[in-house]
């Protein structure tokens, strides 16, 4: 987690523009998350806010994920959305409502593919927006394709292309180093 915030830094200044921007932040929220859960809250997120800053017009939305058989439903998907908005304090009020007990997720794969699938999906993109889902978790995706919906890394892959939006993953692996994928 140490060297989180310089891997979120150099994916907001990867941007082209500073004028029109909209970023989903896709975050795990399952167990094994709850000892980062404060420092994205107090760290990691204030630190992109404030690069956000020389941007003209930003707008973030929340996407928390869990794994099936977890709380979170929505469509028939184990995530929980969080509006855009441009408002600094909304998006605060939006990250103090996660929750995490400790025993959410269960096996170690969890619902990505679903996260960065709902993020592009049911988020109101505007199009002249430079668009960028961020996923933050430390697990990675089920090998196979589950659920009613069997969302598929093709299926991700496909759906951000047509939509013009750029994914990035920064994954926290349990031994707390940071890597980043793409």
Known sequence: PETLPDDLGKIIQSFKTRSV??????????GSMR???????????????????????VRIGLLCY???FDNYKFENLPVKIFDFT???????????????RGNEGGDIPEAVYEALYASLYYYDWR????????LIGDAGPHKRPRG???ISQD??????????????????????STTRGR
Do not use: G, H
């Open 21 to 30: 921007v909209d970023i989903v932040l896709a975050i795990d929220t399952t």
């Open 35 to 57: 000892d980062d859960l404060d420092s994205l809250r107090n760290e990691w997120i204030p630190r992109v806010l404030e690069q956000l800053e020389e941007f003209n017009d």
């Open 66 to 68: 869990r794994d099936y």
């Open 86 to 100: 441009s408002s600094e304090a909304q998006l605060k009020e939006y990250l103090d409502t996660i929750k995490i």
């Open 127 to 134: 199009d002249e927006a430079e668009k960028k889902v961020i």
């Open 148 to 150: 009613k919906r069997k």
């Open 155 to 176: 299926m991700v892959i496909e759906l951000a292309n047509e939509k013009n939006i750029s994914l990035d993953c920064v994954i926290v692996p349990d031994d707390k």
